[in-house]
Nanobody
Framework: QVQLVESGGGLVQAGGSLRLSCAASGRTFSNYAMGWFRQAPGKEREFVAHITWTGGTTVYSGSLKGRFTISRDNAEKMVYLQMNSLKPDDTAVYYC???????????????WGQGTQVTVSS
């Protein structure tokens, strides 16, 4: 079992930055790849970024690459999403998720956090 808790969301002006954190707990965190997703009001949940267990491979949604950066600290069981040059369209609830490493960034993630709200004002 892996429990995930996101934090770091809030209200920010367009052009600003936020750093989201995801704290993982549970002894089976080892060898889990991590992802960030988001869901805006009235829209489907969409993929944001993915990072493998070692951090050696990262994958981003094409539209977000260059503005968002995913990273992790396995010793602290933390995953981060640095978001720069934020736009009003980035407003959404952001979720972190975990899946077994080695399965790629598509498909099903096994564990999800409760989400953190990010609101970008114009």
């Amino acid at each position: 079992q892996v429990q995930l808790v996101e934090s770091g969301g809030g209200l920010v002006q367009a052009g600003g930055s936020l750093r989201l954190s995801c704290a993982a707990s549970g002894r089976t965190f080892s060898n889990y790849a991590m992802g960030w997703f988001r869901q805006a009001p009235g829209k489907e949940r969409e993929f944001v970024a993915h990072i493998t267990w070692t951090g050696g491979t990262t994958v981003y949604s094409g539209s977000l690459k260059g503005r968002f950066t995913i990273s992790r600290d396995n010793a602290e069981k933390m995953v981060y999403l640095q978001m720069n040059s934020l736009k009003p369209d980035d407003t959404a609830v952001y979720y972190c998720a975990a899946k077994r490493d080695g399965l790629g960034h598509g498909g099903t993630y096994d564990y999800w956090g409760q989400g953190t709200q990010v609101t970008v004002s114009s």
